[in-house]
Nanobody, 127 residues
Framework: DVQLQASGGGLVQAGGSLRLSCATS????????IGWFRQAPGKDREEISC????????QYVDSVKGRFTISSDNAKNTVYLQMDSLKPEDTAVYYC????????????????????WGKGTLVTVSS
């Protein structure tokens, strides 16, 4: 079975950092693009960052560029999202998702194209 498990959320003060992990299993990790997405209360789901394990391409949305860093550990089949300089507006439930062969440029623009989704992890940034 395909599984994605996001973890690492929590409560942090503005300006602080968190590292989210997306542990995966049940598919050929090296062939997949993994993305991070978030949904704040009362708002639409938002793309954040994607990494293509097949070609190494990495994409970010403008709102997190320079603050968030996505990385992939192929030995652990895990993708990370390092979040620095957090802002109250980063408060949301964060999800990871995967799709085979999906370009990172598409992933970061169209979350609806992702194939497999994990349960989210809540990030709360206090002011």
């Amino acid at each position: 079975d395909v599984q994605l498990q996001a973890s690492g959320g929590g409560l942090v003060q503005a300006g602080g950092s968190l590292r989210l992990s997306c542990a995966t299993s049940g598919f050929s990790f090296d062939d997949y693009t993994i993305g991070w997405f978030r949904q704040a209360p009362g708002k639409d789901r938002e793309e954040i960052s994607c990494i293509s394990n097949s070609d190494g391409n990495i994409q970010y949305v403008d709102s997190v560029k320079g603050r968030f860093t996505i990385s992939s550990d192929n030995a652990k089949n895990t993708v990370y999202l390092q979040m620095d300089s957090l802002k109250p507006e980063d408060t949301a439930v964060y999800y990871c998702a995967a799709k085979r062969g999906y370009r990172a440029t598409m992933c970061v623009r169209h979350a609806g194209g992702m194939e497999y989704w994990g349960k989210g992890t809540l990030v709360t940034v206090s002011s």
